[in-house]
């Protein structure tokens, strides 16, 4: 789904929705925004809420960061599924939609996207 609150004409795509995946960083700006999103979304779809964490420095490694994306990643499973993270890296951030993804990119993502496939298999 396209994660836009402003623009009335994506209510028609977000009632037709079954699966909305969501991408999640959890800097406390991203948080916020998310909740608010998914609160505007539920409003209006019945989709199934499926969360990516993206971005994700794992060299952070702060108790009170640790503490917190727990508790967020907590949160989420209770409202959708939370899917393998996406680690912050250059091959990632070099993403293109013109070329096919280059092998050290797949293997980036591959984890979140397998298992977004097998969640969405299991709600068909």
Same mark, same amino acid.
């Given at each position: 789904?396209?994660?836009?609150?402003?623009?009335?004409?994506?209510?028609?795509?977000?009632?037709?929705?079954?699966?909305?995946?969501?991408?999640?960083?959890?800097?406390?700006?991203?948080?916020?925004?998310?909740?608010?999103?998914? +609160?505007?979304?539920?409003?209006?779809?019945?989709?199934?809420?499926?969360?990516?964490?993206?971005?994700?420095?794992?060299?952070?490694?702060?108790?009170?960061?640790?503490?917190?994306?727990?508790?967020?990643?907590?949160?989420?499973?209770?409202?959708?599924?939370?899917?393998?993270?996406?680690?912050?890296?250059?091959?990632? +951030?070099?993403?293109?939609?013109?070329?096919?993804?280059?092998?050290?990119?797949?293997?980036?993502?591959?984890?979140?996207?397998?298992?977004?496939?097998?969640?969405?298999?299991?709600?068909?």
């Amino acid at each position: 789904c396209p994660g836009n609150l402003n623009d009335r004409n994506l209510e028609y795509i977000y009632k037709s929705a079954d699966t909305a995946i969501i991408p999640i960083s959890f800097d406390a700006d991203t948080v916020d925004a998310t909740g608010i999103f998914v +609160k505007a979304l539920k409003t209006v779809s019945s989709a199934n809420l499926v969360f990516i964490p993206n971005r994700i420095n794992t060299s952070e490694r702060k108790s009170e960061e640790l503490r917190q994306r727990a508790q967020t990643t907590e949160f989420l499973g209770l409202v959708g599924v939370v899917m393998p993270t996406v680690k912050q890296s250059v091959s990632v +951030k070099r993403y293109t939609t013109l070329y096919p993804l280059e092998r050290n990119q797949l293997a980036a993502v591959e984890p979140s996207f397998c298992k977004i496939i097998e969640e969405l298999q299991l709600n068909d």
